[in-house]
C-alpha cells in the first residue's frame, strides 16, 4: 500500500509568514509523530499523536509551533511567524500500534526555507 | 538525550565490511537503524528489542546489548547501495531519539 506522504515537499516562506505542513500517514496507523532534520543531523522529535490525541509535545521548540490531527488520520503542523532557525525538513512518520516497539516509517518530508 | 554513534564517516570498496557503533547514557527499550539516502525519507531497516537479540536484513545485521546500552550495526559485503547515512535511533517511552548519523561511502 502507499507510504506515508508530505505535502508540500519543499515550502520557502518570508520571515514572520505562516505555514502549514501536511501529513498522510499509512491508512490504520494509530500512531504519528512529528520530527524536525537539520541540515547533517539527526530527525529530532517534535510531538506524537495516537489517534486524534497528542499525548507529547515537548520537542516543539516554542509556541509557534502547533499541530494537530483532528480526525485521527491526517495531520498539520502549523508554523506561525516563521524565523530563519525554522529552516529545515520536518519528517511526519506513523506507525500501526500505539506502544513502545513498534516500528515507525517516514513520510520524504518537507522542506522548509525561511528566507 | 541523543545516543552517540561512531565512526562519523567510512568510505569502503564493494565487498568490504563496516561496523556502526551507537550508545546511550540512557536505558533503552529498543534500538531502531535506519538509512538515509540524500534528499530522501529514512527508510527502516531493522529494530531490536531488549533482550539482546541480532538481527538481520539481507547482509546487514545488528546487536543490542542493553546492559551496556550499545548497539552495533554490521554492514557484511557491502555494496554501491549501502551508500547513504545510517542512524540508530533509541526507543524510551515511544519516542526515538537520533544519533547525527554515520555517513557510507562505497565504492566501486
Known amino acids: 500500500g502507499a507510504g506515508v506522504s508530505q505535502s508540500p515537499r519543499y515550502k520557502v516562506a518570508k520571515r514572520g509568514q505562516d505555514v502549514a505542513l501536511r501529513c498522510d500517514p499509512i491508512?490504520?496507523?494509530?500512531?504519528l509523530f512529528w520530527y524536525q532534520q537539520a541540515l547533517g543531523q539527526g530527525p529530532e522529535f517534535l510531538t506524537y499523536?495516537?489517534?486524534?490525541?497528542?499525548?507529547?509535545k515537548s520537542g516543539l521548540p516554542s509556541d509557534r509551533f502547533f499541530a494537530e490531527r483532528p480526525e485521527g488520520s491526517v495531520s498539520t503542523l502549523k508554523i506561525q511567524r516563521t524565523q530563519q532557525e525554522d529552516s529545515a525538513v520536518y519528517l511526519c512518520?506513523?506507525?500501526?500500534?500505539?506502544?513502545?516497539?513498534?516500528?515507525?516509517?517516514f513520510g520524504p518530508g518537507t522542506r522548509l526555507t525561511v528566507l | 538525550q541523543q545516543p552517540v554513534q561512531s565512526p562519523q564517516a567510512v568510505i569502503l570498496r564493494e565487498g568490504e565490511d563496516a561496523v556502526i557503533n551507537c550508545s546511550s547514557s540512557?536505558?533503552?527499550?529498543?534500538v531502531h537503524w535506519y538509512r538515509q539516502k540524500h534528499g530522501e525519507a529514512p527508510v527502516f531497516l531493522m529494530i531490536?528489542?531488549?533482550?539482546?537479540e541480532q538481527k538481520g536484513h539481507e547482509k546487514i545485521s545488528a546487536s543490542f546489548n542493553e546492559k551496556k546500552q550499545q548497539s552495533s550495526l554490521y554492514l557484511t559485503a557491502s555494496q554501491l547501495s549501502y551508500s547513504g547515512t545510517y542512524f540508530c535511533?533509541?526507543?524510551?517511552?515511544?519516542?526515538?531519539?537520533f544519533g547525527a548519523g554515520t555517513t557510507v561511502t562505497v565504492r566501486a
Open positions: 531490536l528489542l531488549k533482550g539482546g
Open positions: 512518520a506513523s506507525s500501526p500500534g500505539g506502544g513502545t516497539g513498534d516500528t515507525q516509517y
Open positions: 540512557k536505558a533503552l527499550y529498543s
Open positions: 535511533g533509541t526507543e524510551t517511552d515511544y519516542k526515538l531519539s
Open positions: 491508512s490504520g496507523h494509530v500512531s
Open positions: 499523536f495516537q489517534n486524534e490525541a497528542q499525548l507529547d
